[in-house]
């Protein structure tokens, strides 16, 4: 076989893995890498402005396609840039490579040298070292490997003078083993069924983890005649269905809220059970928790449940279906009666603010009527999150990108960017703050436009950060550390190539929504926002 240099032979490794897209940086020691992977393999590289802002543009590409993400930067600082990002991925369970150069080993006091799997370790990512040149496409397929069994990011180290040096190449992709995980059996199984056919008011909850189980979840809700409820991250996983509660939880309707607490058994499909879910474990108490889970670490963490089954979510669904049609178990009837129309309605309250402000609440609810209806949904973190949740739907899970995965603010629009990525002629809804878009967004807007993504970032600008805000006045201090004169947001969007929309009142909100209709490219829409008469955070 011909010869070729270890960088074009890291480019083809990606591309043998079905990798098509690349984002990130390019620096001495990853430039002629990426410039393979375009060139020789014809893949895509996202170029962004900042190294953790290609991580994270990986992030929400795995999120949105559920394939691994793939970013790629130069050693020392291109590294060290990228750990709040590495971080967030971790947390998130996100399967993604970061393709890192390394300094020469045979410079010790290089400028830009650090020791990487120390920094990565930190970080909770999973370190691969690109151990010689010969073992390069191996090194790849087994970061490849790693990130998609052990849902976490895995930095795979590249040192630069390997780059330039000639191996055979040759095709190396290692089986995932992505059938079903196991079917639940035996006595704790039984033990489960009898719990759920005696409940009389059960719910069926799912996470993250039963996206893929949708059908066989409705299928076991309708034989017992139970709602069904998701958390954040399963979010619209039930969506036309009659008797979906949406989020459950914190971020529960009133009517949800109580409808949970009517209940008298709990089966929840792939979710930890955190304690925003859980509200603190107030909503779990008194009641039979069945929890089914393929991965064991992720049951027992924030309370026992009752039964657990260690297997997969629709597989468990569907024989728990089976056993109650065979036992003639009858239907709880929870679901007869309900009214269908509070269920997932959250409460408006007042829908004017001040002069020069438009009310946030009445904002989101115009927003739900009016954006695309076939969006894909990021939202940045800041107090204005937990609302955007509650009342701005997403056609199905991948279709909700949320980037709080670790409290960072700052992180939305370089989601948004990759999500944008992952699903071209599909329109990217972003809702940021306004001090995360400081921080984050302003300097990868101009990216969004470079890529003519169909983008409309939406910023609840309340001219500070509000979560500090709210505790200076529930102090009754003064609040004018958390405040903020920032530039016109509208007129920075206008200026990196994008369209700027100032909202400073209900009717100049009508008229952004009408300029939505026209839009070309990405366009920025400034909600002057009253820093008093934001909600707080449901959490």
């Known amino acids: 076989m011909a010869k070729t240099y270890v960088h074009q032979s890291i480019a ?7 990798i098509d897209t690349m984002f990130g940086l390019i620096g001495d020691a990853n430039l002629f890498m990426v410039d393979s992977f375009v060139r020789d393999c014809g893949g895509q590289f996202v170029p962004a402005a900042h190294e953790g802002s290609g991580v994270l543009m990986a992030l929400a590409y795995h999120q949105v396609t559920g394939r691994v993400g793939v970013a790629t930067v130069t050693h020392g600082p291109g590294l060290t840039n990228t750990t709040t990002a590495l971080t967030e991925g971790v947390r ?5 490579v970061l393709l890192a150069g390394d300094t020469p080993v045979d410079n ?3 400028l830009q040298g650090i020791d990487q799997r120390e920094l990565v370790k930190a970080t909770g990512a999973g370190f691969e070292q690109l151990r010689t040149p010969e073992t390069a496409a191996v090194d790849v397929a087994r970061a490849v490997y790693r990130a998609q069994v052990e849902r976490r990011p895995i930095v795979l180290n590249m040192p630069v003078e390997f780059m330039w040096q000639t191996v055979t190449h040759s095709r190396n992709v290692l089986d995932v083993f992505t059938a079903p995980g196991g079917v639940a059996e035996g006595g704790i199984l039984d033990e ?5 056919a005696s409940a009389r008011a059960p719910i069926i909850l799912a996470g993250g983890g039963a996206i893929g189980a949708r059908d066989s979840l409705i299928k076991l809700a309708d034989r017992l005649e139970a709602p069904l409820a998701t958390t954040l991250k399963a979010k619209g996983l039930f ?3 009659p008797y979906d509660m949406d989020i459950f939880g914190t971020l529960s309707t009133p009517a949800a809220y109580d409808l949970i607490a009517r209940a008298d058994c709990i089966v929840a499909f792939g979710t930890g059970l955190h304690s925003f879910t859980t509200d603190r474990g107030k909503l779990l108490k ?3 928790i069945i929890q089914v889970d393929v991965e064991p670490t992720a049951i027992g963490n924030s309370l026992h449940p009752d039964a657990a089954l260690v297997a997969d979510a629709g597989l468990t669904a569907e024989t728990i279906t089976w056993w109650l049609n065979e036992a003639e178990v009858p239907s709880s009837g929870f679901t007869r009666d309900l009214d269908t129309e509070t269920l997932t309605a959250h409460p408006v309250g007042k829908t004017t603010s001040g002069d020069g402000f438009v009310n946030y609440v009445h904002a989101l609810e115009r927003l739900e009527e009016a954006l695309p209806k076939d969006r894909i949904l990021v939202t940045d973190g800041g107090r204005f999150m937990t609302e955007v949740w509650c009342r701005i739907s997403v056609p199905d ?4 990108v949320v980037t709080a995965n670790f409290g960072a603010i700052g992180q939305g629009l370089q989601q948004a960017i990759g999500a944008g990525a992952a699903a071209p002629g599909r329109p990217v809804v972003l809702f940021s703050g306004d001090g995360g878009f400081m921080m984050g967004g302003i300097n990868e807007f101009n990216t969004a436009v470079r890529l003519g993504l169909d983008l409309i970032v939406i910023i609840a600008n309340d001219s500070a950060y509000g979560a500090e805000h709210i505790q200076f006045r529930d102090r009754k201090m003064d609040p004018s550390l958390s405040t903020f004169d920032w530039p016109s947001f509208a007129a920075v969007a206008t200026a990196l190539g994008g369209t700027g929309i100032a909202v400073a009142s209900a009717e100049e909100l009508e008229t952004a929504i009408t300029a939505l209709e026209a839009r070309t490219g990405p366009v920025l829409i400034d909600l002057k926002l009253d820093p008093n008469d934001v909600p707080r955070m449901r959490l």
């Open 12 to 18: 083809r490794a990606v591309e043998d893995h079905g």
């Open 92 to 96: 998130g369970q996100a399967a993604i």
């Open 108 to 110: 010790p006091g290089h």
């Open 192 to 196: 489960a069924i009898g719990m759920i």
């Open 239 to 241: 969506t036309g269905h």
């Open 286 to 288: 008194g009641k039979r």
């Open 397 to 400: 899970p991948r279709s909700n």
